[in-house]
Each structure stands twice: as C-alpha cells, then as structure tokens.
C-alpha cells in the first residue's frame, strides 16, 4: 500500500511514524505540504519522499489521506478532482460530510471518514471511522490499518455518530485535561508544591484509565470498590455529585456535538 497525505502537520505525523513502525517502508509513504520547513522536517525525520503539489506525490498512490485543516479541504479537494485515478481517499478534518467531499471532487465516491484524537501523537489514540456502503471490504482495511497504526479503531454506522466521535474522543482529551488541571489546582489547595500536585494528578489519571482499561467490570463497580461506607472517597463523589458531574460532562458532550453538526452545515454550505 502506498500513501500519500496532503498535509504534513502533527495529526501528519504521528501517523506517518505510525505507518512505519508498523511496517510499511518509507518510500511507500509521501507528504504534500505547501511550507518548505515542514516538508523538510518530514523528510528528514521519516525519510519519506515531500512535494509542494499534490500532482508530483499522487501517481502511483493507493490511498490519499487529507490531514489539512477543515476549512481548507474544499479548495484542496477541487485541486484533487482531475488527479485521482481511482486511489481511496480518506478525511481526517472535523465536520466535513462524506458527501460534500464527493461533490467537491466531482462526484467522486471511494471515500472514507476517520475522527482521530491527540493521543494518537503517542500512538494511543482511537479513531472514529464511517464509511458508505459503497466502499469495499479491502478499502475498509486499508482506512483501518491506516488509522490503527496510531491507536484503536472504531466502525459506527451512521455517518451522524461521526459527530458525535468528535464530541466524545476527539475533544474528550482536552476533557480530561481540564479535569486533570483541577485536580491539581485542588492539591495545591490542599497543601502541596506545583511538581508535587502535578505528579499526583497525573499518577492518578494515568493509573485509573489504566485499571480501568484492563478489567472487564464497568466503572461504577471499580469506582464502587474504593468508596468505603463513612470513609474519605464517599464524602468526595458526594460532592461531586452534589456539583452535578454528571450533568456537566454530558452538556460537554452535547454542545460539543452540536458544534460538530454546525460545522459540517456551515462547511458543506455554497459560497454565495
């Protein structure tokens, strides 16, 4: 397989690196980016083979990733349409519908969706994926060893939930950031240093999604295993809960979501 991204920025990178740990071999693998720093940056980590327009890297490609950002994809895509010769063509930009892609290269329907998250700069990200029914089998496999190269991957089946991806997991790490900060801000509170704060917030983070991660019980019964009657973690989650927790992440989620299905509107939308 043989692929060539359009946009070289981090998301770029991570999967490149991830692709050749994985195996596939550096000339396999192309970049198009319009900044010649960071072509060169490209070039000289991954020794892949870097252009400045998509018609030097697209010949004799299989898959074409574009990794730019949303508001860039329809003039890119306009400049894709009489260049593509049958490869896959796989988005990772936020809200932009599989099928206004179509409709800015022509028609053109060998298209696959994917929502990574950051995580994936360290090869622990997991990635929404939609594709329409359209797509072959081999395709599918393709966009998965693509994107699994840099973490999970998850299938949904309405292109809808795509959104609702970039809701949940896509803007999920800054979530859990945002969660990560207040408990050291909270530490501080408590007594300790900045460094001490920090290395107990992030050691409890860390520990947690990893136990969690490894044991086939839902987080309400881990959480439940350490929430002793009377004791100091129940006084805890009763605050929390008394704050609304709950309430809070999901009104997150959800305007997150709604923005996500603003986006593809206002993307999909025709200059006027």
């Not at 309400?220 to 009657?229: F, I, N």
Request: overall charge negative; glycine content about 14%.
């Amino acid at each position: 397989m043989k692929v060539c991204f359009i946009g070289g920025g981090n998301m770029a990178s991570a999967m490149i690196g991830g692709l050749l740990k994985s195996g596939l071999s550096a000339d396999s693998v192309s970049a198009v980016d319009v900044d010649a720093g960071q072509r060169e940056r490209l070039a000289q980590r991954f020794g892949i083979r870097t252009c400045d327009a998509a018609a030097d890297a697209l010949a004799g490609s299989d898959c074409v990733v574009l990794a730019v950002k949303p508001q860039q994809v329809r003039n890119v895509a306009g400049g894709l349409a009489p260049l593509l010769d049958g490869q896959l063509v796989v988005t990772i930009a936020a809200g932009i519908r599989t099928a206004d892609l179509a409709r800015w290269l022509g028609g053109y329907d060998r298209i696959a969706r994917a929502m990574p998250n950051t995580p994936a700069l360290i090869g622990q990200g997991i990635a929404g994926l939609y594709a329409g029914p359209q797509l072959p089998g081999e395709d599918r496999a393709s966009v998965e060893r693509i994107l699994g190269a840099v973490g999970q991957v998850l299938w949904v089946d309405r292109e809808a939930l795509i959104d609702a991806v970039t809701a949940v997991s896509g803007s999920g790490p800054a979530y859990v950031f945002m969660m990560i900060e207040a408990l050291e801000a909270a530490a501080q509170g408590v007594g300790f240093d900045a460094a001490q704060a920090r290395q107990l917030a992030l050691a409890t983070f860390a520990g947690a999604a990893n136990l969690a991660a490894g044991d086939a019980e839902p987080p309400a019964v881990l959480r439940a295993r350490v929430t002793s009657k009377g004791g100091t973690t129940e006084r805890g989650i009763a605050a929390l809960e008394a704050g609304g927790l709950h309430a809070l992440v999901a009104g997150a989620v959800h305007a997150a979501n709604v923005r996500a299905v603003e986006l593809g509107e206002e993307s999909g939308r025709d200059p006027r």
